[in-house]
């Protein structure tokens, strides 16, 4: 089937610097791609929606400013956590669908746990 | 604004045992319902859905998931528990409103399913 992979699987960092996150489809064409974040117990937040070529669309509260999402190319997003604070710590999940697929062709990634120190 | 609820963070049930997943939701109008599965170092994966039609819904890996209209709930089950179905299950719902081109899924906080040799 269909895989996302994301990079790295977990990152430590020093606060104040900057993080990026790649996002990967590996086989099909991922025209959106979604970000979102969980803290320990609880649900998976989205943070923002990114279609290949647009601006990322950003969930109400998400900070774009600090939450850079780059949708370049069909195969790869980026989520760039920019001078990062301790309250950033937090799991880090990507999501890819195409065009055209249904519900059930919504692909994730293995996620990233991001510790600032 | 939709809504998914998991009332448990941890499930044990005993290999052979039925096993029961519980999920609830809030949406306006006809829900758009899941289940993902997360095994350790994995991104989700897709078990079932409901759109329409038998209440009665099943899936992979012998999953199947009942929606229950008058009490808002759509439980996780399968009749048999194997110990490799442990793992982390979440709930997820579609706001229908939002049209077919969204993919937009509000996640439950996940639970946490020990099937115990």
């Known amino acids: 089937?269909?895989?996302?992979?994301?990079?790295?699987?977990?990152?430590?960092?020093?606060?104040?610097?900057?993080?990026?996150?790649e996002c990967r489809s590996l086989d099909f064409?991922?025209?959106?791609?979604?970000?979102?974040?969980?803290?320990p117990k609880q649900s998976l937040m989205l943070m923002a929606t990114s279609n290949e070529g647009s601006k990322a669309t950003y969930e109400q509260g998400v900070e774009k400013d600090k939450f850079l999402i780059n949708h370049a190319s069909l195969t790869l997003s980026t989520l760039t956590v920019t001078s990062a604070h301790p309250e950033d710590s937090s799991f880090y999940i990507c999501s890819a669908i195409s065009t055209?697929?249904?519900?059930?062709?919504?692909?994730?990634?293995?996620?990233t746990q991001l510790s600032v120190l | 604004a939709q809504s998914v609820a998991q009332p448990e963070d941890q499930v044990n049930v005993a290999e052979g045992n039925p096993l029961t997943v519980k999920c609830t939701y809030s949406v306006s109008g006809n829900p758009y319902l899941f289940w993902y599965v997360q095994y350790p170092n994995r991104g989700l994966q897709f078990l079932l859905k409901y759109i329409t039609g038998d209440n009665l819904v099943k899936?992979?890996?012998?999953?199947?998931?009942?929606?229950?209209?008058?009490?808002?709930?759509?439980?996780?089950?399968?009749?048999?528990?194997?110990v490799?179905?442990?793992?982390?299950?979440?709930?997820?719902?579609?706001?229908?409103?939002?049209g077919a081109g969204s993919y937009q899924l509000t996640f439950g906080k996940g639970t946490k399913l020990s099937v115990i040799p």
């Open chain 1, 29 to 39: 064409q991922a025209t959106t791609m979604f970000w979102y974040r969980q803290f």
């Open chain 2, 84 to 98: 490799s179905d442990s793992a982390l299950y979440f709930c997820a719902v579609r706001d229908p409103s939002e």
């Open chain 1, 100 to 111: 055209g697929f249904t519900n059930e062709k919504l692909f994730f990634g293995s996620g």
């Open chain 1, 1 to 21: 089937g269909a895989v996302v992979s994301q990079h790295p699987s977990w990152v430590i960092c020093k606060s104040g610097t900057s993080v990026k996150i």
């Open chain 2, 59 to 82: 899936g992979s890996y012998g999953f199947e998931a009942e929606f229950n209209k008058s009490q808002t709930s759509f439980h996780l089950k399968k009749p048999s528990a194997l």
